[in-house]
């Protein structure tokens, strides 16, 4: 007759597998926690840049009148003949008044 038997008589060894099932929850644990703190600063980070990328009405338009004001030719005051030149224009007059 044959003595091998067709299934298995030991049972599996309990400390080695309880010893990697917690190892194995430790680093599952460990990844779960490690991708929640990226997902939250990379979400923080979206959110900073769309905060910055929007930019209010009121600060477009104090900057076309800031633009304009500095690069635009305008009469102020024609009798007292007082006149606004362009800043890049005014600093060449102030450079060439100095070396003159």
């Not at 400390?15 to 926690?33: E, Q, S, Y």
């Not at 979206?46 to 500095?70: F, I, W």
């Not at 224009?89 to 060439?96: N, T």
């Amino acid at each position: 007759m044959n003595n091998k038997k067709e299934y298995e008589i030991r049972d599996i060894p309990v400390k080695p597998v309880a010893i990697g099932g917690i190892v194995f929850m430790i680093i599952v644990g460990i990844t779960l926690f490690l991708l929640y703190e990226y997902y939250i600063r990379v979400l923080d980070d979206t959110e900073y840049e769309l905060k910055l990328s929007k930019r209010s009405k009121k600060l477009m338009e104090l900057r076309k009148l800031e633009d304009e004001s500095l690069n635009s030719y305008k009469i102020i005051d024609e009798e007292k003949q007082i006149y606004q030149i362009p800043i890049d224009r005014s600093k060449e007059l102030m450079l060439d008044e100095q070396s003159n």
